[in-house]
T-cell receptor, first 116, second 109 residues
């Protein structure tokens, strides 16, 4: 149980393109979803937290107009990187939680984004 | 400032050579400490949650323990398939997780 699917797993695109990444909880309802960014040999850095049906809460320093997050249902959240540039290249990982008590976050397998 | 520090950064073991990974933390309003395993190019896989000092959890060759300042992940008689990066994270009172940088474990046959 507690499977989180992330798609696509790898994206290569030109500078200026917008890229959408999907995160789905397959066998549970995710009240809360999280988006992280990970650089090589670095820890996961939380970008934003989204609760179903409400606006995402962004961490300090994360541009909300650049990283658009939508959490329209209890099983799907999307992250859109708008007008992506080479410095946006990274490993993006989503996680999902039921939001009840101290349940752990369950992670997707990440999306490797490369902007040329 | 809330912080999670893992040591060592990398650990090389021979198959069968037991060892421990450390996770030291400072956080206000701890709401749980989590251990994850991450394989290259993959997302973290949940291993354990610990909530209070003195608590222990076990799964196969892994055992996690917790004190008021740190947690240990003990690996008994590791196998090559245990090779991965092990991440420690603490949940703050606000509900979000703070991750350490991880310990990269390599187990040689």
């Amino acid at each position: 149980g507690a499977v989180v699917s992330q798609h696509p797993s790898w994206v290569i695109c030109k500078s200026g393109t917008s890229v959408k990444i999907e995160c789905r909880s397959l066998d549970f309802q995710a009240t809360t979803m999280f988006w992280y960014r990970q650089f090589p040999k670095q820890s996961l850095m939380l970008m934003a937290t989204s609760n179903e049906g409400s606006k995402a809460t962004y961490e300090q320093g994360v541009e909300k107009d650049k990283f658009l997050i939508n959490h329209a249902s209890l099983t799907l959240s999307t992250l859109t990187v708008t007008s992506a540039h080479p410095e946006d290249s990274s490993f993006y990982i989503c996680s999902a939680s039921t939001g009840r008590g101290n349940q752990p976050q369950h992670f997707g397998d990440g999306t490797r984004l490369s902007i040329l | 400032e809330d912080q999670v520090t893992q040591s060592p950064e990398a650990l090389r073991l021979q198959e069968g050579e037991s060892s421990s990974l450390n996770c030291s933390y400072t956080v206000s309003g701890l709401r749980g400490l989590f251990w994850y395993r991450q394989d290259p190019g993959k997302g973290p896989e949940f291993l354990f949650t610990l909530y209070s000092a003195g608590e222990e959890k076990e799964k196969e060759r892994l055992k996690a323990t917790l004190t008021k300042k740190e947690s240990f992940l003990h690996i008994t008689a590791p196998k090559p398939e245990d090779s991965a990066t092990y991440l420690c994270a603490v949940r703050r009172s606000q509900g979000n997780l703070i991750f350490g940088k991880g310990t990269k474990l390599s187990v040689k046959p």
